[in-house]
T-cell receptor, first 113, second 115 residues
Framework: DAGITQSPRHKVTETGTPVTLRCHQT?????MYWYRQDPGHGLRLIHY???????DKGEVSDGYSVSRSKTEDFLLTLESATSSQTSVYFC????????????FGPGTRLTVL | AQKITQTQPGMFVQEKEAVTLDCTYD???????LFWYKQPSSGEMIFLIY??????QNATEGRYSLNFQKARKSANLVISASQLGDSAMYFC????????????FGSGTRLQVQP
C-alpha cells in the first residue's frame, strides 16, 4: 500500500473558522491531489500539485487554497469554512508511469456547523 | 470535458456468482485511461484495475476484469465468483490526455453480495 496519511481524520468546526488539512506521503511521488466526496457526486477535484510550489485549480476550487513546500506534504486550507464544505476529503498521489494510477489516503471527514 | 456515467445506483448479487458493473464515458481525447476503485464501508479508496485506451486486450486482475468496448465508450467491471467482502461502492474513473493527470469520477454503484 502507498504510504499516504491524512490528518486530522475527523474534524468538527464552526462556520467562519479557518481549517487546514494535511496530506503526507512517503513515496516521493511528484503529483498530489485533493478531492472531496459528496453523496451522488463521486469524487471531485479541488486542487492538485505537480511539484513543490507548483499547484493548480480543479473543478471545485472556490473557497479552498493549497500549498506544497515539500515533496511529501500537501496542505488544503479552508480560509473561512462554510456548511457547504462539509464533506469527506481525500488526498491522492501519483507518479510518472504508463498508467499514472492514483493512490488515495484514508480520508478526512470534515463537518462545518 | 470528460464525463463518466454509472447508471446503476445499487446492485445485488448472490455469493459465488459473477456481476457486471456498468460504466460509460465521454471524452474527446484520443488517449485516455480508465480506472475502477472500490470503497468499502470503512471509507478508503482501493485501486482495482486499469485499462488504457490503446490496450488491445481487456485488463484482468485476479477476479476483476474490465470489459472495454471502445466504439461503445464503455468500460464495465466484471467481478467473478463474488464474495461477501466484495460488498462496497465501486467507482469508475478516467484520466484524459492532459498534463493534469486528475481523475474524473462517476457517481458510483453500491454492490451488495448476498449469502
Amino acid at each position: 500500500d502507498a504510504g499516504i496519511t491524512q490528518s486530522p481524520r475527523h474534524k468538527v468546526t464552526e462556520t467562519g473558522t479557518p481549517v487546514t488539512l494535511r496530506c503526507h506521503q512517503t513515496e516521493n511521488h511528484r503529483y498530489m491531489y485533493w478531492y472531496r466526496q459528496d453523496p451522488g457526486h463521486g469524487l471531485r477535484l479541488i486542487h492538485y500539485s505537480y511539484g513543490v510550489k507548483d499547484t493548480d485549480k480543479g473543478e471545485v476550487s472556490d473557497g479552498y487554497s493549497v500549498s506544497r513546500s515539500k515533496t511529501e506534504d500537501f496542505l488544503l486550507t479552508l480560509e473561512s469554512a462554510t456548511s457547504s464544505q462539509t464533506s469527506v476529503y481525500f488526498c491522492a498521489i501519483s507518479d510518472w508511469g504508463d498508467t499514472d494510477t492514483q493512490y488515495f489516503g484514508p480520508g478526512t471527514r470534515l463537518t462545518v456547523l | 470535458a470528460q464525463k463518466i456515467t454509472q447508471t446503476q445506483p445499487g446492485m445485488f448479487v448472490q455469493e459465488k456468482e459473477a456481476v457486471t458493473l456498468d460504466c460509460t464515458y465521454d471524452t474527446s481525447d484520443q488517449s485516455y485511461g480508465l480506472f475502477w476503485y472500490k470503497q468499502p464501508s470503512s471509507g478508503e479508496m482501493i485501486f482495482l484495475i486499469y485499462q488504457g485506451s490503446y490496450d488491445e486486450q481487456n485488463a484482468t486482475e485476479g477476479r476483476y476484469s474490465l470489459n472495454f468496448q471502445k466504439a461503445r465508450k464503455s468500460a464495465n467491471l466484471v467481478i467473478s465468483a463474488s464474495q461477501l467482502g466484495d460488498s462496497a461502492m465501486y467507482f469508475c474513473a478516467m484520466k484524459g490526455d492532459t498534463g493534469r493527470r486528475a481523475l474524473t469520477f462517476g457517481s458510483g454503484t453500491r454492490l451488495q453480495v448476498q449469502p
